[in-house]
């Protein structure tokens, strides 16, 4: 599945990433990481990387203990995350490769109107050949450092960009049965087909709080494979971990539940509170069930004060639901430029705005 996935999301903790002692970004293993990237892209994936390790950088950088007060953990996150970065940029200049920093809140993979804005920007830099490198934002973002660490977000960052495949590296190679600490003969899993109590207890004591754990990565399965994207647990202590893995290394995989586009417009027709309604005309309602974009050219009327990432209502000019759909324009702009041209946008805006109202990848048609 990773070799045909088109677009991927690599987690990786800081465990694999900083040198426990000296609290130095590992380069050598880096560097090979970097390696594995370049030669997806050469064969035209596209790679997000979610990356934890600015606190434990930070942390030996200003001097800090081990055990850290809430506001240290902050202050370390500071320190640390222009070197983490830097970093990264070491890395992956052998390969000519540009990298992004891309700090995300919890807030921002939920709340509808910013993680519109988040996922435009990760699009955007993929399209122009960026890496983008997230990080939760530690500064600000305290419950994520009491109570996890970026598994959850990195399913967060795969369900945003409609990833094929999310790889959780970690220092196990999957899922066992039970703890093969505690117990060395403990049965491997190797696939996942649901995500059932059972494979929950797998993971160990739901009520534990820890900082990452097989129990984040169960959860962050649930999230991911859910939106459509498909999620392998392996180990990544060693040098070329992607590489071994589209290799069959071994590993534990969970199937995906549905297409991440269908997750997307299931979201769509049924998750989100409608906020307005667009009536549009007969032209316009047919583009729609060709699989068309919506143009402002076809609108009729406006309904609602929704803003600018709103789920709106698309209805025909007798009232009857057409389709449901995210807007790129808020009520009061759309009111202005119904029924217009493209080029009469600028001068009825006051900017260059597109003619796309709600795009076909936004859409989903329920009548």
């Known amino acids: ?40 892209r050469e064969a035209g994936q596209q790679v997000l990387i979610v990356s934890s390790g600015a606190i434990a950088i930070g942390r030996h950088r200003l001097g800090l203990p081990k055990a850290l007060r809430l506001e240290q953990k902050q202050a370390a996150a500071a320190a640390g995350q222009s070197r983490l970065m830097a970093a990264y940029e070491r890395a992956f200049e052998p390969h000519s490769v540009p990298v992004a920093q891309a700090l995300l809140t919890a807030d921002d993979t939920e709340q509808r109107r910013r993680w519109l804005n988040a996922r435009a920007t990760l699009e955007a830099l993929l399209e122009l050949g960026a890496v983008p490198v997230i990080n939760e934002n530690d500064t600000v973002a305290t419950a994520e450092i009491r109570y996890g660490d970026n598994d959850r977000l ?66 962050a399965a649930k999230i991911a494979t859910g939106a459509g994207c498909a999620v392998v647990i392996t180990r990544g202590t060693t040098l070329h971990p992607l590489r071994g893995l589209m290799n069959g290394g071994r590993a534990t995989w969970f199937l995906p539940q549905a297409t991440a586009r269908a997750a997307y417009k299931s979201w ?12 549009i005309d007969a032209g316009a309602a047919n583009a729609l069930r060709g699989g068309k974009s919506l143009l402002v050219s076809g609108l009729i009327s406006i309904a609602g004060d929704f803003e600018k990432g709103d789920a709106v209502r698309i209805v025909d000019q007798a009232g009857a639901e057409i389709g449901r759909g995210i807007s790129r324009y808020d009520a009061a702009d759309a009111n202005r430029i119904r029924g217009l041209r493209s080029a009469d946008l600028p001068t009825a805006l006051g900017y260059a705005g597109g003619p796309v109202i709600i795009h076909a990848d936004d859409l989903v048609l329920t009548g």
Not at 7 to 23: C, F, M, Q, T
Not at 155 to 160: D, P, S
Not at 201 to 219: N, V, W, Y
Not at 268 to 279: D, E, K, M, V
């Open 1 to 40: 599945m990773l070799s045909v996935a088109k677009r991927v999301v690599v987690k990786i903790g800081s465990a694999l990433l900083v040198d426990p002692e000296s609290g130095a970004p590992a380069m050598a293993w880096l560097a090979s990481l970097a390696d594995d990237i370049a030669a997806m």
């Open 154 to 219: 990195a399913a967060r960052a795969a369900q945003m960009v409609s990833a094929d495949v999310l790889v959780l590296l970690s220092d196990i190679d999957g899922l066992y049965e039970s703890d093969p600490r505690l117990a060395p003969n403990a049965a491997f899993v190797a696939q996942v087909t649901a995500i059932t109590p059972a494979i929950e207890a797998m993971a160990g004591d739901p009520g534990a709080l820890g900082s990452g754990g097989m129990r984040t990565k169960i959860e």
């Open 268 to 279: 769509i027709a049924g998750t989100l509170s409608p906020c307005g309604a667009i009536a």
